[in-house]
Structure formats: structure tokens, C-alpha cells
């Protein structure tokens, strides 16, 4: 029983198309997150969701929406892609302040070409 | 401003030995939580060890240990009996309570460390 999962794992598109990540989690978590790992393996959040709510909006471009219909879910929503969106994106879930950690889905590789 | 800094970019270790991976990092909080991940081929981010600022006793996990100087700021992970599964990518992680204090959401990851096991 997956407790993160995303989909799609792979994701290859062309610039100036829109594409969506889903994610969906079965912990009972509360808060929702969308990391992104650049090409150097570098870890960056960009948003995070509590109960439904935007918590977290890192400086990210508009043309990326986050969308969390209910607690279990936190979709990543990119407009008119570019070069420079190609990477990892990762979703992760925690409960509460997240002191017992947070579990990771096991990504989503975009590339833009 | 919360930094996480791994100084460390590759490391290795033969089979059984002992391998340790260095973490600093910087917060105004007395009250905090760090994590170790650990990110092997398969992409999965998974969670090694965490460690409660508040405890002075340091976090074990099987195999895995850490050395947490709060002072020094400093937060080590010990790898024992390395195994060859062992290879993968390690981040240090500290994560910062958001404005309205009702998630600690925000993690602010190092740069990592590559970890090679040697057979």
C-alpha cells in the first residue's frame, strides 16, 4: 500500500504545453507538500497545503497552481511549460508540525523539451 | 535566515566499515527537529533518523546513529556495518514552523552527500 504516491513517475512534454501531477496520500496526513529537485539534486519546497488551506507559496512562478480538493489530495497544475521546468517534483505529507517527519512520494521527472 | 550545510559532497566507505557524513546548520529556534534522508537510485526520499533539539541524548536507528552538538550546531550521521543498500544520496534536514506556527512545513534541506559502499 503506497503511502505518497504521485503519477505520472515520467513526464515528457513540449514547451508552451500545460501539464498536471497528482498526488494522493493514505497516512491520514494533514498537510500536503510540493518539493522540487533541480538538476544538481538540490531540494527546494514551493508549496504546502493544511487541511485544504495554502500555507507555504514560496517565490514561484504564477504559472504553476497548486490545487488540494481534500486532505488526501495535492495536485501540481504548470502552465505554458518552459526548458527551465524540467526536474524532479516530489510530494510529501506530514501530520501536525511534521516532527515525526515526512514521507515522500517517489517523484515525478518532468522534462520540457 | 535557516541554512543546512553538508561540506561533504561524496563520501566512501567499504563494506562493514563505519562511515560518518557531516551536517551544519544555522536557526534562531531553541525548539527544532533535523532528519537525515536518504535518496538512493530509485529517487525514493526516505527517512533515515530524527533528532528532538530538546533531547540531549542522540537518536539511534539500527545501524544509523547520530551526533548532535546543539551548540556547535552540528549534526552528524554515523553509518555502522555499511552495507552495499547503504549507497545512495544523503540529505540533512531542518524544517522551519510557518508564519501562522501550525506546521513546521518548510524543510530546508542541505546540498547532500553522495554515499558510495564498496563491496
Known amino acids: 500500500d503506497t503511502a505518497v504516491s504521485q503519477t505520472p513517475k515520467y513526464l515528457v512534454t513540449q514547451m508552451g504545453n500545460d501539464k498536471s501531477i497528482k498526488c494522493e496520500q493514505n497516512l491520514g496526513h494533514d498537510t500536503m507538500y510540493w518539493y522540487k529537485q533541480d538538476s544538481k539534486k538540490f531540494l527546494k519546497i514551493m508549496f504546502s497545503?493544511?487541511?485544504?488551506?495554502?500555507?507555504i507559496n514560496e517565490t514561484v512562478p504564477n504559472r504553476f497552481s497548486p490545487k488540494s480538493p481534500d486532505k488526501a489530495h495535492l495536485n501540481l497544475h504548470i502552465n505554458s511549460l518552459e526548458l527551465g521546468d524540467s526536474a524532479v517534483y516530489f510530494c510529501?505529507?506530514?501530520?501536525?508540525?511534521?516532527?515525526?517527519?515526512?514521507?515522500f512520494g517517489s517523484g515525478t521527472r518532468l522534462t520540457v523539451v | 535566515a535557516q541554512t543546512v550545510t553538508q561540506s561533504q559532497p561524496e563520501m566512501s566507505v567499504q563494506e562493514a566499515e563505519t562511515v560518518t557524513l557531516s551536517c551544519t546548520y544555522d536557526?534562531?529556534?531553541?525548539?527544532?527537529?533535523l532528519f537525515w534522508y536518504k535518496q538512493p537510485p530509485s529517487r525514493q526520499m526516505i527517512l533515515v533518523i530524527r533528532q528532538e533539539a530538546y533531547k540531549q541524548q542522540n537518536a539511534t536507528e539500527n545501524r544509523f546513529s547520530v551526533n548532535f552538538q546543539k551548540a556547535a550546531k552540528s549534526f552528524s550521521l554515523k553509518i555502522s556495518d555499511s552495507q552495499l543498500g547503504d549507497a545512495a544520496m544523503y540529505f540533512c534536514a531542518l524544517p522551519l514552523k510557518n508564519a501562522g506556527g501550525t506546521s513546521y512545513g518548510k524543510l530546508t534541506f542541505g546540498q547532500g552527500t553522495i554515499l558510495t559502499v564498496h563491496p
Open positions: 510529501a505529507s506530514s501530520q501536525g508540525l511534521g516532527a515525526s517527519g515526512y514521507t
Open positions: 497545503y493544511n487541511n485544504k488551506e495554502l500555507i
Open positions: 536557526t534562531s529556534e531553541s525548539d527544532y527537529y
